[in-house]
């Protein structure tokens, strides 16, 4: 067998006949096997490790109907005029979950935020190339990604949906300007309903498909001008949905919030992490492992000269990756911005090149079986990852068997210290914990109050009643114990989440997740007041005596005057 260096050349040796030189190089039959086995993952793993999908589905059942049951309908209220935008998952909750239920419809969601944006890749490279190609393969391995292991529903969604709109405007670039200009309101209109971010990226995909597959066009004025004038149309078509329905909004997204609070990647550490995100899930190593046979599919593919690249779809590319350096990590309460840009350039740049289109069969075959073991072998190591998942989500389960419905239950975590934490599921780059929203499960298993259910205006049409207002946020996160021992950190935390104030008359229990860890900040130590109801490991419950007498000098030796953030 001819060596690797061999395999990827764009030479013919002369004992090769003819039709080894063109194999058809068919790319449905893995692509159907991938969506089985996501299938088969979504449907194993109800609860698998992605951030904030418990927090969406918590919010899906309520919206399916749950809302109507006690005691809910004194807490929380629906209100569409909240939003215009990311809430596709919700409108699909409110008018489809009735019919098929929270757990199917969670489950058909999460599947389509996995498939959809490199199918969305996969047509859109179709039609560019005239077919299907054996690296249409390796587009899969952008399904999984730190805003889909993010649990951001709505915008994985929204990515597949606007590659999907792109191959079918593509289509239409050449009929009539006027029903172009109207297909793309259109689908500005849908997409902005589903996510804000998906409507730029449409654009930008169009953006590029207009600008065509050569640069020529800059060194010709008459075709600058053509250029220009169908940018100048795509834009006002694609702008005006959301331009439109921003003026007519009661909110915007991150209105809650009184200031930028912008924290940027201000370091070059930092902007490789986020650039990196387009391609990490649990453990980046392994990432990166997968990651290297699609690198060097391309490199190799470059040094023989046998790939196609489209110009347009360069630019797009290279503004997209420009906006992943230039935006901030978090703005106006809305977290992981920067994050969302390099997965929208990933997918970009994999449609903008067709590397080996012709090819003998034994490139095919190595071609095939390299992008085959890629795809699969990641796909198999998700998997196993939420699998081991698994038995925290049934720890969370467990203790909540043992809460009465009705109560408010106060959301807390044992944090490791960073040293500490392990490359498993519990975490994805490198600290980012995936379980700070498992504790929203208490809304539909237990009928419980939980303060950090997502109900931020602008943006989730679900309403916090003003009755329960004080003890609840928009938008939470998950504090360690050590905040209810620590002044310091209580101080830190109820600045901006003020329903720690007075915890003990607010809340009837503390569910502490990651509890088979030791906290950084105080280890295994509770208030005083407390009382270990259920010990399930990943998971405790402790019921809170409202009675207790304060004890303002019992502070742990260990606790730090502020978060280790």
């Given at each position: 067998?001819?060596?690797?260096?061999?395999?990827?050349?764009?030479?013919?040796?002369?004992?090769?006949?003819?039709?080894?030189?063109?194999?058809?190089?068919?790319?449905?039959?893995?692509?159907?096997?991938?969506?089985?086995?996501?299938?088969?993952?979504?449907?194993?793993?109800?609860?698998?490790?992605?951030?904030?999908?418990?927090?969406?589905?918590?919010?899906?059942?309520?919206?399916?109907?749950?809302?109507?049951?006690?005691?809910?309908?004194?807490?929380?209220?629906?209100?569409?005029?909240?939003?215009?935008?990311?809430?596709?998952?919700?409108?699909?909750?409110?008018?489809?979950?009735?019919?098929?239920?929270?757990?199917?419809?969670?489950?058909?969601?999460?599947?389509?935020?996995?498939?959809?944006?490199?199918?969305?890749?996969?047509?859109?490279?179709?039609?560019?190339?005239?077919?299907?190609?054996?690296?249409?393969?390796?587009?899969?391995?952008?399904?999984?990604?730190?805003?889909?292991?993010?649990?951001?529903?709505?915008?994985?969604?929204?990515?597949?949906?606007?590659?999907?709109?792109?191959?079918?405007?593509?289509?239409?670039?050449?009929?009539?300007?006027?029903?172009?200009?109207?297909?793309?309101?259109?689908?500005?209109?849908?997409?902005?309903?589903?996510?804000?971010?998906?409507?730029?990226?449409?654009?930008?995909?169009?953006?590029?498909?207009?600008?065509?597959?050569?640069?020529?066009?800059?060194?010709?004025?008459?075709?600058?001008?053509?250029?220009?004038?169908?940018?100048?149309?795509?834009?006002?078509?694609?702008?005006?949905?959301?331009?439109?329905?921003?003026?007519?909004?009661?909110?915007?997204?991150?209105?809650?919030?009184?200031?930028?609070?912008?924290?940027?990647?201000?370091?070059?550490?930092?902007?490789?992490?986020?650039?990196?995100?387009?391609?990490?899930?649990?453990?980046?190593?392994?990432?990166?492992?997968?990651?290297?046979?699609?690198?060097?599919?391309?490199?190799?593919?470059?040094?023989?000269?046998?790939?196609?690249?489209?110009?347009?779809?360069?630019?797009?590319?290279?503004c997209l990756l420009a906006l992943s350096i230039l935006s901030p990590l978090h703005a106006f309460g809305t977290g992981w911005i920067s994050w969302r840009f390099p997965i929208m350039a990933a997918l970009v740049g994999m449609v903008t090149i067709c590397p080996f289109q012709k090819i003998d069969r034994r490139q095919a075959m190595v071609l095939f079986l390299v992008?085959?073991?890629?795809?699969?072998?990641?796909?198999?190591?998700?998997?196993?990852?939420?699998?081991?998942?698994?038995?925290?989500?049934?720890?969370?389960?467990?203790?909540?068997?043992?809460?009465?419905?009705?109560?408010?239950?106060?959301?807390?975590?044992?944090?490791?210290?960073?040293?500490?934490?392990?490359?498993?599921?519990?975490?994805?780059?490198?600290?980012?914990?995936?379980?700070?929203?498992?504790?929203?499960?208490?809304?539909?298993?237990?009928?419980?109050?939980?303060?950090?259910?997502?109900?931020?205006?602008?943006?989730?049409?679900?309403?916090?009643?003003?009755?329960?207002?004080?003890?609840?946020?928009?938008?939470?996160?998950?504090?360690?114990?050590?905040?209810?021992?620590?002044?310091?950190?209580?101080?830190?935390?109820?600045?901006?989440?003020?329903?720690?104030?007075?915890?003990?008359?607010?809340?009837?229990?503390?569910?502490?997740?990651?509890?088979?860890?030791?906290?950084?900040?105080?280890?295994?130590?509770?208030?005083a007041g407390t009382r270990l109801v259920q010990d399930a490991g990943f998971a405790r419950l402790y019921a809170i005596d409202r009675d207790a007498p304060p004890t303002p000098g019992a502070v742990p030796a260990s606790c730090p005057d502020s978060f280790h953030w």
């Amino acid at each position: 067998m001819a060596n690797l260096g061999q395999i990827f050349s764009a030479e013919v040796h002369g004992a090769e006949k003819l039709q080894d030189v063109t194999v058809r190089q068919a790319s449905t039959a893995p692509l159907l096997v991938f969506m089985a086995l996501v299938a088969i993952l979504v449907g194993l793993f109800k609860f698998p490790p992605l951030l904030d999908y418990a927090n969406h589905y918590a919010r899906m059942w309520l919206l399916a109907g749950g809302i109507n049951e006690a005691p809910f309908p004194g807490i929380y209220a629906i209100e569409w005029s909240r939003t215009f935008t990311n809430v596709g998952i919700d409108l699909l909750a409110r008018f489809i979950g009735p019919v098929i239920g929270a757990s199917l419809l969670a489950r058909v969601l999460l599947f389509l935020a996995i498939v959809l944006p490199p199918l969305g890749a996969i047509a859109l490279h179709r039609r560019l190339f005239g077919g299907s190609y054996y690296w249409q393969i390796g587009m899969l391995y952008f399904a999984w990604c730190a805003t889909l292991i993010g649990g951001f529903i709505n915008f994985q969604i929204g990515l597949g949906l606007a590659l999907l709109f792109a191959t079918l405007d593509h289509r239409l670039q050449s009929g009539s300007a006027v029903r172009l200009f109207l297909w793309r309101v259109a689908v500005s209109l849908l997409l902005t309903v589903v996510h804000i971010f998906s409507v730029g990226f449409f654009l930008a995909v169009v953006c590029g498909l207009e600008f065509s597959w050569r640069f020529d066009v800059l060194i010709s004025r008459p075709a600058m001008l053509r250029l220009s004038r169908r940018l100048a149309a795509a834009m006002i078509a694609c702008l005006l949905p959301p331009t439109m329905l921003a003026l007519t909004a009661a909110a915007l997204p991150g209105s809650q919030v009184e200031d930028i609070l912008a924290v940027w990647n201000d370091s070059p550490v930092l902007q490789i992490f986020n650039l990196l995100s387009a391609t990490w899930t649990y453990v980046a190593f392994v990432d990166a492992m997968f990651l290297v046979s699609i690198l060097f599919v391309c490199s190799r593919a470059i040094a023989a000269k046998n790939i196609r690249v489209h110009a347009g779809l360069v630019v797009t590319g290279a503004c997209l990756l420009a906006l992943s350096i230039l935006s901030p990590l978090h703005a106006f309460g809305t977290g992981w911005i920067s994050w969302r840009f390099p997965i929208m350039a990933a997918l970009v740049g994999m449609v903008t090149i067709c590397p080996f289109q012709k090819i003998d069969r034994r490139q095919a075959m190595v071609l095939f079986l390299v992008l085959n073991i890629t795809v699969f072998g990641r796909t198999l190591w998700i998997g196993y990852n939420w699998w081991r998942g698994q038995p925290d989500v049934a720890s969370v389960e467990k203790v909540l068997e043992a809460v009465p419905s009705g109560v408010a239950i106060l959301p807390l975590q044992h944090e490791p210290a960073f040293d500490d934490i392990k490359p498993d599921q519990r975490h994805y780059a490198f600290n980012q914990d995936t379980f700070r929203h498992l504790p929203t499960l208490a809304v539909p298993l237990a009928h419980a109050f939980v303060p950090t259910l997502f109900s931020a205006q602008g943006k989730q049409p679900l309403a916090v009643l003003p009755s329960w207002s004080d003890r609840s946020v928009p938008e939470g996160n998950l504090f360690s114990t050590g905040v209810l021992s620590c002044p310091g950190l209580m101080a830190e935390a109820t600045s901006f989440t003020p329903y720690l104030v007075d915890w003990r008359s607010k809340f009837d229990f503390i569910l502490v997740v990651n509890a088979d860890v030791v906290d950084q900040n105080v280890g295994e130590v509770m208030p005083a007041g407390t009382r270990l109801v259920q010990d399930a490991g990943f998971a405790r419950l402790y019921a809170i005596d409202r009675d207790a007498p304060p004890t303002p000098g019992a502070v742990p030796a260990s606790c730090p005057d502020s978060f280790h953030w």
